[in-house]
């Protein structure tokens, strides 16, 4: 049996940029998309051996699925800062047959969230529908790998490399900073023959910035809609809202409802979250309010 993707949710005009609109694989982006995180890494699940880690993985795949995910993000490197160094195979050898078997059980688009070119080109052969690049297309042949594949590809802001980015993170002005950059990767993504149509902009919470950057990035995000792009948002439990309320990972449940509902009030269009269920709830009453503000 195949599983049902996210219902369907009331349509609003998004802020997707002058007469453009967006398609990942199955998924036409013409409302808000919630992106289930699904990260493929031994500690993420029981540690079982390769078949179990794949089956646990693609368990809880079906399970964000039933619960709404538009989108299932598959991940083989921790970000974390100090998190271990991943070869291209053992990335390889996490995500694609998970990817594969997704792909398999549900119309929901799958993402990969990968820097290197091998694992996006083999990803996007097992069936993966997008790209989603924390380091925007800056390793070496990922450029290139995504003109080839002409997929749509997140591009996100990182200041520094995550085992050292949360060291000293120093801006003048931090949305500034940020809007430059994007600003920037867009042009070079163009220039290299990935049309606009297929890029997704993302400010990257928590990416080499401080709590203090990341409260002032949340509070001018609207800003960030100027790059005329689809708005990609990530910041279900991260440590930021811990230090606003004083809360461990696994009870930032309500510290990320809040923020997502003040990303999409602030113009996002995708939010990458853990809680599916919970953010799908939030993602239907902002949407409400949202509608009946443009047609009013
Ligand atoms: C992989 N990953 C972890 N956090 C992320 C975020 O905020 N945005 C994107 N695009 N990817 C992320």
């Known amino acids: ?32 998309a919630v992106m289930g995180i699904l990260n493929v890494t031994p500690d993420s699940f029981s540690d079982g051996g390769r078949f179990s880690l794949r089956d646990d993985a693609l368990r809880q795949a079906e399970a964000m ?5 538009d989108i299932i993000d598959v ?13 291209e195979q053992e990335e390889l050898d996490r995500v694609v047959p998970v990817i594969e078997a997704i792909c398999e059980v549900t119309d929901a688009p799958v993402s990969v969230d990968t820097s290197k070119a091998g694992v996006m080109r083999a990803a996007i052969r097992a069936g ?22 002409q997929r749509p590809v997140c591009l996100m802001h990182m200041q520094g490399q995550p085992r050292t980015m949360q060291d000293t993170p120093q801006y003048t002005n931090v949305t500034e900073e940020v809007r430059h950059f994007l600003a920037e990767r867009i042009g070079i993504c163009v220039d290299a023959g990935i049309g606009r149509d297929l890029i997704i902009t993302d400010p990257g919470f928590g990416f080499g910035k401080s709590h203090a950057h990341n409260v ?3 509070a001018n995000l609207r800003q960030l ?25 696994d009870e930032r449940l309500p510290a990320s409802i809040a923020a997502a509902v003040i990303a999409l009030m602030s ?4 939010l990458r979250v853990h809680d599916v269920a919970a953010t799908v709830d939030a993602v239907k009453v902002t949407q409400a309010v949202l509608e009946t503000r443009l047609t009013q």
């Open 267 to 270: 113009g996002a269009v995708i």
């Open 75 to 87: 991940g083989g490197e921790s970000t974390r800062p100090g998190a271990k160094h991943v070869s």
């Open 225 to 249: 809609q100027e790059l005329g792009q689809p708005l990609m948002v990530g910041l279900s439990r991260k440590a930021t809202l811990g230090t606003l309320t004083g809360r461990g990972t």
């Open 65 to 69: 699925a039933m619960a709404g995910a």
């Open 216 to 218: 002032e990035l949340l």
């Open 1 to 32: 049996m195949r599983l049902q993707s996210a219902d369907q949710r009331p349509k609003i005009s998004l802020a997707l940029g002058a007469n453009r609109s967006m398609q990942i694989g199955k998924l036409r982006i013409d409302a808000p």
């Open 128 to 149: 993966a529908a997008m790209i989603n690049d924390i380091r925007a297309l800056r390793d070496p042949g990922a450029l290139e790998a995504a003109a080839e594949l």
